[in-house]
Every structure is written in C-alpha cells, then in structure tokens.
C-alpha cells in the first residue's frame, strides 16, 4: 500500500469510527441517560467547588498547576483509549475526548486543592498527593468500573491508574516550582 492509498484508508475508517461513535452517544450516553448526567455532574461539581474555594491571592500558580495536571492527563488518557487500555464508555459528547469531566475537572480540581492547601499550610504535598491519588485510582476509578462508566483492559487497572497519576502530579508539582523560580 503507497502513501497516498494508506491515508486514504486512514480517513476512511477514522470517518467510519467518529459515525460509530456519535451513533454510540446518541443511543447510549446521551441526554436521556442517567449516566451522561452523572458525567456532567463529575464535570461541573468540582468547576462550582474550585470556584468558592480557590485562593485568590495566588489563583494564577494555583491555576496554572491544575491546567497542567488537566493537559498532561488528557494527553495521556488519549492515549490510553487509542490503544484501549482505559475506555470511558459514557461521555458528554463525541467531539471532545471522552475522559473530559475527569481530565478538566474532577481530576485538576482534586489536585489544585490538595497543592493549594499544603502550600498555604507547609504540608507534605507529595504525601498528601500520594493519598488522594489512591482515592482517585482505588476509590474513584473502581466506583466508575463497577457503574460502567470506564473499561479496563488488556491488564489495565487501578494500580496502573495510581502510578499515572502520580506520574502526572509530581511533575506537575516539581514544574510549578520551576515556573515559580523563574519568575524570581
């Protein structure tokens, strides 16, 4: 198969899975299901939550720390479903990534708050992170593969889903005190 032949092949099947998949949402996750409310409620809580709690003297770091985590793990969840490791099966809408009330929500949210609390009272981040990332992954993520809500596969589990995120928030961390340096 040449070049040209191999995208044009690309295309095809990737506009045969973007129909499967809006065919999908709209008889599976869509308004009329419970489950597509329950993902807009881990969406919006967490948003109406940081928006009551943030410290605003330091909304910039605080934001920009939560942003981070919110990139690096829709990066890395694409991923995960692109080689159907880790499946959202019920998302708001085919257009974005399915991970999208996780990733830009619930997730940053979850972080931004722990870093903004032990940075405002000289806790242990890396500990406290350690402990919210075990609720996330052996909590969160179990509670959402029993409902349904995400797909584990090919050895994928909450373990798996413990280190990423620690892989995520770590760097996160060290990142945001690099930033913080250079504006020094």
């Not at 899975?17 to 065919?23: A, F, I, K, Q, V």
């Not at 880790?86 to 399915?98: E, V, W």
């Not at 798996?160 to 060290?174: G, R, S």
Request: glycine fraction near 4%; hydrophobic fraction near 50%; proline fraction near 3%.
């Amino acid at each position: 198969m040449g070049y040209s032949e191999h995208w044009n092949k690309v295309f095809q099947i990737n506009d045969e899975l973007r129909r499967l998949m809006n065919t999908y949402w709209e008889n599976y996750s869509s308004f009329g299901d419970w489950q597509f409310w329950l993902v807009l409620a881990v969406m919006l809580v967490p948003l109406v939550l940081v928006y009551f709690v943030v410290d605003r003297k330091r909304i910039f770091e605080i934001f920009f720390f939560g942003y981070t985590v919110h990139i690096v793990w829709t990066y890395i969840d694409i991923g995960l479903a692109k080689y159907n490791l880790f499946i959202h099966t019920y998302f708001l809408t085919p257009l974005f990534p399915a991970a999208l009330s996780m990733t830009a929500s619930a997730l940053p949210v979850g972080y931004l708050l722990v870093y903004q609390y032990c940075t405002n009272h000289k806790k242990n981040f890396y500990l406290y992170a350690l402990l919210l990332s075990a609720v996330f992954a052996f909590g969160f993520a179990t509670i959402e593969e029993y409902l349904g809500l995400v797909e584990m596969r090919k050895g994928m589990n909450q373990f798996h889903i413990f280190l990423l995120d620690l892989a995520v928030v770590y760097p996160t961390y060290w990142f945001t005190k690099l930033i913080k340096k250079m504006k020094k």
